[in-house]
């Protein structure tokens, strides 16, 4: 443990920081699940509704700087283009 009174703000900060983003990514990760179950039932009225919830979480996330844009864009698109796959 740190002994200057700064270094040990710093690790407290990051500690509520890292479990902060951990349980934002675990709630994105949770939600891409729901919309690769529906697809892999083939249903897709539940792939579709599961599809704007995990929209909504990966964005919140992106905008938390949680992930990059790029990365919740891509991750948006693969799971967008996946539900459109469905017939």
Known sequence: MANIKSAKKRILVNRTKADRNKAIRSRVKTSIKKVEAAISAKDKAAAQAALTAAT????????????????????????????????
Do not use: D, F, P, Q
């Open 56 to 87: 909504s979480e990966i964005n919140k996330a992106a905008s938390k700087g949680v992930y990059h844009k790029n990365n919740a864009s891509r991750k948006i698109s693969r799971l967008s283009l996946a539900v459109n796959k469905l017939a």
